[in-house]
């Protein structure tokens, strides 16, 4: 994982002032629209590519954390995500559908990099990453209409080739690809050049893209400036809640301490990537959806750098007893 994903909060915030100066010139706003899906889709291929999804077999290995992180990822957390919506955002259906979108999607990235910082189990980490790949790109779209279809209007047929276009073609495109690479070179080497150069510049396309999408729709942010005091509650309790869920789940259930981390890291971190290629190809006319999905990072990465301060100074005291 590249080293600047650790600062991606502060990142962040750069490309969204970037994007909101350059938005001042007319010729920049008027055509910066059409840039922003090119640079999420080469992004997501970026991202794709990186995964070894012939090794989905490899978090099966682990039955008891492979099953415990999904129980907790694709069944609990949908509902404490509809809970804390209902109660929070019912009245910012809009910022309710971003914030659904964010926190039904499991980070496939750079969870990692903070799973090393406290000392988890990166392997074992790792290990799970394709699995939930394949079931979030599954189960986004089902739980956008059961959980967020009362709250806004959705075109069916549109999702269907949102989801198409924003993450089907990528994928399928990076498999195909990553396949073809490996046989020519072998698989040592493409982790080793191909994979390392593709995680390093994802990172660039996803920060463009952001600065395409405050150059054209800046206007919207600074018209919006209390999304950030709206969302941040119901982020906080979002982490807070599965934080500590987390950590009775692995003592409860025996994992020692680089498992425990392992299992309340991969159920905190979100895909915000993903989640905002849909929105942006599904919602073009919703913008406020598109800025939730960003401003979520802005709360999340602080939150889990500081998870992983709290669990490596947490690991002196006690630990998870085996079973």
Do not use: H
């Not at 080469?42 to 995964?51: A, E």
Request: proline share 5%; aromatic share 14%.
């Amino acid at each position: 994982m590249q080293i600047t994903n650790k600062f991606q909060t502060i990142v962040i915030l750069i490309m969204v002032v970037l994007g909101i100066l350059l938005g001042q010139v007319e010729f920049i706003r008027s055509y910066s629209n059409y840039l922003i899906m090119p640079a999420l889709n080469i992004m997501l291929f970026l991202v794709f590519i990186q995964i070894p999804l012939k090794n989905i077999v490899d978090s099966f290995k682990n039955i008891k954390f492979t099953l415990t992180s999904i129980c907790i990822n694709f069944i609990w957390t949908p509902l404490l995500v509809y809970i804390l919506g209902k109660f929070f955002l019912s009245t910012y259906p809009e910022l309710y559908l971003g914030f659904l979108m964010l926190m039904v999607t499991p980070c496939t990235d750079w969870y990692i990099i903070f799973t090393e910082n406290a000392k988890g189990n990166v392997a074992l980490s790792t290990s799970i990453l394709p699995l939930n790949l394949i079931l979030q790109l599954l189960l986004l779209p089902i739980y956008i209409f059961l959980l967020g279809g009362s709250s806004i209007s959705i075109d069916t047929l549109e999702l269907g080739k949102s989801v198409i276009y924003s993450l089907i073609i990528p994928l399928f495109t990076a498999i195909v690809v990553r396949k073809i690479i490996i046989q020519k070179v072998g698989e040592s080497i493409f982790t080793e050049k191909v994979a390392s150069k593709a995680c390093y510049y994802q990172g660039y396309f996803l920060n463009f893209a952001i600065t395409m999408m405050f150059s054209s729709q800046g206007k919207i942010l600074l018209e919006n400036s209390y999304v950030l005091l709206i969302l941040l509650l119901p982020i906080l309790l979002f982490f807070i809640i599965n934080f500590i869920l987390g950590k009775i789940v692995g003592k409860f259930i025996g994992f020692d301490y680089s498992d425990g981390v392992s299992l309340i890291l991969t159920t905190l971190a979100r895909n915000s990537p993903i989640a905002l290629a849909i929105a942006t190809a599904a919602f073009p006319s919703k913008p406020l959806i598109s800025l939730a999905l960003i401003i979520g990072p802005l709360i999340e990465l602080p939150i889990l750098f500081l998870v992983s301060k709290i669990l490596v100074s947490s690991k002196f005291k006690y630990s998870y007893p085996k079973i």
